[in-house]
Nanobody, 127 residues
Framework: QVQLVESGGGLVQTGGSLRLSCTAS????????MGWFRKAPGKEREFVGR??????????HVIDSVKGRFIISRDNAKKTMYLQMNSLIPEDTAVYYC??????????????????WGRGTQVTVSS
């Protein structure tokens, strides 16, 4: 059984930074792609970015609206993925969720099937 737990959310002013963590327990997810999503009030859940496992290149990418501000990284020894968020703006206010691909060692040219989810952490950016 896999459990993902997010932490690091909170209230921050515009222009501030936060680092979210997603720690896994249970199955070793070191060979799974992982991702971040967010859901703002009144909006659909939005994909933020993902990071592949090292065997498929270990590359990360984020959506255009956060490019240059958000960075995804992972430390497999700590079973933790991170989302470094800089230059935060009110539009970033949302509940942030981490997720992991259900399949291990998926090639990077395939889209992950995010079957494992955390419960989310609230990020609020004040203007």
């Amino acid at each position: 059984q896999v459990q993902l737990v997010e932490s690091g959310g909170g209230l921050v002013q515009t222009g501030g930074s936060l680092r979210l963590s997603c720690t896994a327990s249970g199955r070793n997810l070191g060979t799974h792609a992982m991702g971040w999503f967010r859901k703002a009030p009144g909006k659909e859940r939005e994909f933020v970015g993902r990071i592949d496992y090292s065997g498929s290149g270990g590359r990360s990418h984020v959506i255009d609206s956060v490019k240059g501000r958000f960075i995804i990284s992972r430390d497999n020894a700590k079973k933790t993925m991170y989302l470094q968020m800089n230059s935060l703006i009110p539009e970033d206010t949302a509940v942030y969720y981490c997720a992991a691909d259900s399949q291990a060692m998926r090639p990077s040219d395939e889209d992950p099937d995010f079957g494992f989810w955390g419960r989310g952490t609230q990020v609020t950016v004040s203007s």
